[in-house]
Every structure is written in C-alpha cells, then in structure tokens.
C-alpha cells in the first residue's frame, strides 16, 4: 500500500514559480512509477508529467515541456513538481499518483494509477 500526501500549492502571479511535493508513506515507494495529474475547473483531470521509479526517465505534457520539472528523491519517499514560468491555464488541482503495479513506466492514463494524493490547489493569477 501506498499512500500520499501533496503539498506546496497557493496562489502565484503569472510568471512566478511554485514546487509541489508529495510525500509517500509504504515501504515499496522507490518501486513504483509516479506521476502529477492536474483538474482545472470543469476539466478533466489530465496528465501533466511522470518519473519512473529510479527517476531515470521523465515524461511531460506538451503543455508544461520546458516550464515544469518533475524529480524524486527516493531516500525521503517524495516527488517534486517545479513549476516555473506559470501561467493562468495552469490553475487547477495538482494531483500526485503512484502507478498500481511496480515496476512498470508512467503513462498518461489515470486508471492505471491505483494510488492518488487528495490534491493542492494551485491558482495562477493574470
């Protein structure tokens, strides 16, 4: 089992930067692939970006490549979100997921992800 914790969401001017984090509790965290998903008001909640569980590899969203970085830090069982450049469309619920099965790459499809934070806020004013 697997479970977590987001943080590090608020309200930010156009421009500015915010890091997420998302703290995981389980003993099986460095196996599992994990991702940040995001649900704009009356949006579906979509993909944004994923790291694999050695965080050798990252994946991003054509709409936050270059802006976002997601990293991991697997000695405190936490992922990141640095989120720079932002702008008003990024406002939404940040969500952080934990694919269900170890061992396999992040994907961009919600159901395959079996554990889910309960989400931080992040709005981005113009």
């Known amino acids: 089992q697997v479970q977590l914790v987001e943080s590090g969401g608020g309200l930010v001017q156009a421009g500015g930067s915010l890091r997420l984090s998302c703290a995981a509790s389980?003993?099986?965290?460095?196996?599992?692939?994990m991702a940040w998903f995001r649900q704009g008001p009356g949006k579906e909640r979509e993909f944004v970006s994923g790291?694999?569980?050695?965080?050798?590899?990252?994946y991003y969203a054509d709409s936050v490549k270059e802006r976002f970085t997601i990293s991991r830090d697997n000695a405190k069982n936490t992922v990141y979100l640095q989120m720079n450049s932002l702008k008003p469309e990024d406002t939404a619920v940040y969500y952080c997921a934990a694919m269900s099965s170890p061992l396999k790459r992040p994907t961009t499809t919600r159901q395959e992800y079996g554990y889910w934070g309960q989400g931080t806020q992040v709005t981005v004013s113009s």
């Open positions: 389980g003993r099986a965290f460095s196996s599992f692939a």
């Open positions: 790291i694999t569980w050695g965080g050798g590899s990252t």
